[in-house]
T-cell receptor, first 116, second 112 residues
Framework: NAGVTQTPKFQVLKTGQSMTLQCAQD?????MSWYRQDPGMGLRLIHY???????DQGEVPNGYNVSRSTTEDFPLRLLSAAPSQTSVYFC???????????????FGEGSRLTVL | QQQVKQSPQSLIVQKGGISIINCAYE??????FPWYQQFPGKGPALLIA?????SEKKEGRFTISFNKSAKQFSLHIMDSQPGDSATYFC???????????FGTGTRLKVLA
């Protein structure tokens, strides 16, 4: 049981490049989400999904795309990277999205992205 | 914008002392208030959580105090240890939503 696995752990991009941050969980969790962590700003929700085929926007969705084709995977795509997207990205999941308020967010270990 | 305001931004405590971190929220629909602990290079992990039907919850050296009328809650770490040195985030969420709102974090350092 690996929990929430994120790849890559580190990435450097040039402005305008695209890339995908991968997230996989093996706990059969329905709810998955992406957060970004910036100094002094805490954790901000980018996108989330309550199940396969269902996604929605969080607080800071601009510049990011997501899809949820399986329960296990929830990739985050940067379409055209900008320096403002330099951050640490965390994927998190919760069992049983319908009972969210009783659930614990399980976080991955993060992906540190630098955009030059 | 729903917010959770957290203070202080950083905190230095002597070993054996009490660490106190405060959070305030605006949305009265919030009904679940967790605290997360994050060590450098790691993802946040749930430390302790409370619902507004109780005013206090204690787990070992960690206690959450909750004041519903003031819309405030706080984390108390008793007998603080160097191993408690980490960043702490408060958060809030409500029934029927899928969005946790996090505070800005408090970097705690416990001196040996």
């Amino acid at each position: 049981n690996a929990g929430v696995t994120q790849t890559p752990k580190f990435q450097v991009l040039k402005t305008g490049q695209s890339m995908t941050l991968q997230c996989a969980q093996d706990m059969n969790h329905e709810y998955m989400s992406w957060y970004r962590q910036d100094p002094g700003m805490g954790l901000r929700l980018i996108h989330y999904s309550v199940g396969a085929g269902i996604t929605d926007q969080g607080e800071v969705p601009n510049g990011y795309n997501v899809s949820r084709s399986t329960t296990e995977d929830f990739p985050l795509r940067l379409l055209s990277a900008a320096p403002s997207q330099t951050s640490v990205y965390f994927c998190a999941s919760i069992i049983n999205g319908l009972a969210l308020n009783t659930g614990e967010l399980f976080f991955g270990e993060g992906s540190r992205l630098t955009v030059l | 914008q729903q917010q959770v305001k957290q203070s202080p931004q950083s905190l230095i405590v002597q070993k054996g002392g009490i660490s106190i971190i405060n959070c305030a929220y605006e949305n009265t629909a919030f009904d679940y208030f967790p605290w997360y602990q994050q060590f450098p290079g790691k993802g946040p992990a749930l430390l302790i959580a409370i619902r507004p039907d109780v005013s206090e919850k204690k787990e070992g050296r960690f206690t959450i105090s909750f004041n519903k009328s003031a819309k405030q809650f706080s984390l108390h770490i008793m007998d603080s240890q160097p191993g408690d040195s980490a960043t702490y985030f408060c958060a809030a969420t409500g029934s029927g939503t899928y969005k946790y709102i996090f505070g800005t974090g408090t970097r705690l350092k416990v001196l040996a």
